[in-house]
C-alpha cells in the first residue's frame, strides 16, 4: 500500500491579504511537496493577529501530518507567529540559549531587543540545522515555521525537503485539441471507473497547439496506466495532440 502524507501551509501577512505583496510561497511548496508524494490539502491566508494563528494552528495542526507557516518570524512589532504557534499548543515563548548566543556573538554592543526577539521559540521547539544556513529552521511538534521572505522560505525548505518523502505520484498527461464540453462524458465515465484516480481538466485559451490539458495522477502506477489507457480508447484519436 502506498504510503500517504498530508500537509496544510498557514500564510501569515497583512501584506499578502492587503494586496501589497504577492504570496508566491505557496505555489512553491505545493509544487515541491507534490514532487516528494504528499498531499497538500490545505493553503490559508491569515493577518497578522496572535487568536487566529492560534485559531489556525489548533485547527490544522492535529488534522494534518504535517503544517507549515509562512511569515511573522522577524524582528518587528507584527512578527508575531511564535506567539501564535505557542498558544495554539499552548505552549510558552521563550529565548532560546543557542539562538541568544549566537545573536550576542554577532551582534555584540549593538544587540538590542529587537534583535533578541530572533531567538525566541516556542517553548519544546527543535532546531533543524540541514543544509549551509545560517540560521536554523524551527520545528514543533509536527509544526515546520518558516519566514515569508520567498528566497529564505525557499532555501530553509529545500534544506530539509528530504524530510518529507513518501512514494511519489505517476502522473500521465493528454493534450486535446477540443473543447472541454467535447470530452467531459469520457471524463466522468472514467472517474467512475476509477474513483480513486485523481483526475484533472484544464482549459487553455489561445494556444494554437491545445485547448484542454487533462492530467491523471495515482501513487498506484498500474491502475494509472489503466486509468489512462482507458480514456484514451474513449477519445477520437483526432481530438488527442499529444500524450506525455
Excluded at 513518501?166 to 500521465?172: A, Q, S
Aim: proline fraction near 5%; charge should be negative.
Amino acid at each position: 500500500m502506498a504510503r500517504e502524507k498530508t500537509a496544510a501551509l498557514i500564510v501569515i501577512g497583512n501584506e499578502i491579504l492587503s494586496g501589497k505583496i504577492a504570496d508566491t510561497n505557496s505555489s512553491f511548496l505545493a509544487a515541491e511537496l507534490r514532487a516528494l508524494g504528499v498531499s497538500l490539502r490545505r493553503i490559508l491566508v491569515i493577518p497578522d493577529e496572535v487568536d487566529v494563528i492560534a485559531e489556525a494552528v489548533r485547527a490544522y495542526q492535529p488534522a494534518h501530518d504535517v503544517l507549515f507557516t509562512s511569515g511573522g518570524v522577524g524582528p518587528t512589532h507584527d512578527d508575531v507567529t511564535m506567539t501564535g504557534v505557542a498558544r495554539g499548543l499552548g505552549r510558552e515563548v521563550i529565548r532560546h540559549p543557542y539562538l541568544e548566543a549566537k545573536m550576542r556573538e554577532f551582534f555584540g554592543s549593538d544587540l538590542n531587543d529587537a534583535r533578541l526577539k530572533m531567538a525566541e521559540v516556542v517553548a519544546g521547539s527543535t532546531l533543524l540545522f540541514e543544509g549551509n544556513l545560517s540560521f536554523p529552521t524551527i520545528q514543533v511538534e509536527n509544526i515546520y515555521i518558516l519566514p515569508g521572505i520567498p528566497e529564505i522560505f525557499r532555501e530553509k525548505f529545500t534544506a530539509i525537503r528530504q524530510r518529507f518523502t513518501v512514494d511519489p505520484f505517476h502522473l500521465r498527461v493528454i493534450y486535446a485539441r477540443v473543447q472541454e464540453t467535447c470530452i467531459a462524458d469520457y471524463l466522468n465515465r472514467t472517474i467512475e471507473s476509477f474513483p480513486d484516480l485523481l483526475l484533472g481538466s484544464y482549459p487553455k485559451l489561445h494556444d494554437p497547439e491545445y485547448r484542454v490539458r487533462v492530467t491523471l495522477e495515482s501513487k498506484d502506477q498500474q491502475y494509472l496506466e489503466q486509468a489512462f489507457q482507458a480514456l484514451m480508447s474513449m477519445l477520437p484519436p483526432s481530438a488527442v495532440v499529444r500524450t506525455e
